[in-house]
């Protein structure tokens, strides 16, 4: 396996990945899920280190969906808790690594100590130029795609665009991701093969890859590993395989 320093493969520019298995990892270990949830933070210090040296430009992590507000209260409290004393915690870090931090997904429901830490730390390393670490909070695809359908319905009814002008590049504008390319490899943890309603757009030519790991117990090795197993892939997108040998 190589380290990060000596990492030539081709890397993806933007890689998502679906941070799972933190409950099943506390209950191997005899504790509470929250101990999973605090376990898992340093995975997260661990990829994005890792993806920021290898030179990975966005990393898109999924910490909370939608349908996880529908979780017991007390672990949804923790959750909440965990985001805003860690993301406190690295926001020097991120900056010590020319890391620019942003989020996507519903986060006026975030409670407001959460959504006043995340813009501060926003803010904060808002002129970084290195990677752009993007946290899915209160997220959901189904979501997204509703807001942009009303929004663009707006735009319609105001005049600021025709209906005949709609299509898959405009739609995208009204997407979270806007500023955004497409991950072209989607990690999921855990051994669950499943989107759970993230990214579904962005996601349409994305590489999966699932791994039994725990999220806990995820590092910066095994996202080398995942990008080793995406280099062996052969993106067709919708070609034969002759075209994609002679670039036709
Ligand atoms: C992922 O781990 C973290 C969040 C969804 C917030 P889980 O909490 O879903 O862990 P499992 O799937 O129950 O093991
Ligand atoms: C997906 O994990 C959401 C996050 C990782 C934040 P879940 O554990 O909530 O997914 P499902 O519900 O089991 O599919
Ligand atoms: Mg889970």
């Known amino acids: 396996m190589p380290s990060t320093a000596e990492h030539k493969e081709n890397i993806p520019e933007h890689i998502a990945i679906i941070m799972d298995g933190n409950g099943r990892w506390a209950k191997k270990h005899g504790k509470a899920r929250v101990f999973g949830h ?13 993806a920021a040296e290898i030179g ?19 672990e949804v409290t923790a ?10 915690k ?20 975030l409670p407001a100590s ?38 663009l319905l707006t735009d319609v009814k105001k005049g600021k665009i025709q209906d005949d002008e709609i299509d898959e590049a405009v739609f995208k504008n009204y997407l979270c991701t806007k500023e955004i390319p497409d991950p ?9 093969h499943r989107i759970s309603n993230f990214l579904l757009w962005q996601l349409a030519y ?16 095994d996202l080398l590993q995942a990008i080793d197993d995406y280099n062996k892939r052969e993106r067709r997108f ?6 994609i040998a002679t670039k036709k």
Request: proline letters at 2%.
């Open 184 to 192: 072209e490899l989607l990690i999921r943890t855990s051994g669950e």
């Open 90 to 109: 690295e926001t020097k870090t991120l900056s010590k690594n020319n890391i620019k931090l942003q989020a996507i997904g519903d986060l006026k429901s």
């Open 56 to 74: 990975v430009k966005y990393l898109t992590l999924y910490a909370f969906s939608t349908e996880n507000w529908n979780r017991p209260r007390a």
């Open 79 to 88: 959750l909440m808790q965990l985001l805003v004393s860690t993301i406190a």
């Open 38 to 50: 605090r376990s898992g933070v340093k995975s997260v210090r661990s990829v994005t280190e890792g």
């Open 238 to 243: 919708g070609k034969t395989s002759e075209q």
């Open 206 to 221: 994305s590489e999966l890859y699932f791994t039994d790991k725990l999220w806990p117990d995820f590092r910066k090795d």
């Open 114 to 151: 959460c959504f006043q830490e995340l813009n501060k730390a926003i803010a904060s390393t808002a002129n970084n130029s290195g990677m752009t670490l993007n946290l899915a909070l209160s997220y959901s695809s189904k979501w997204e795609i509703m807001e942009a359908v009303k929004e």
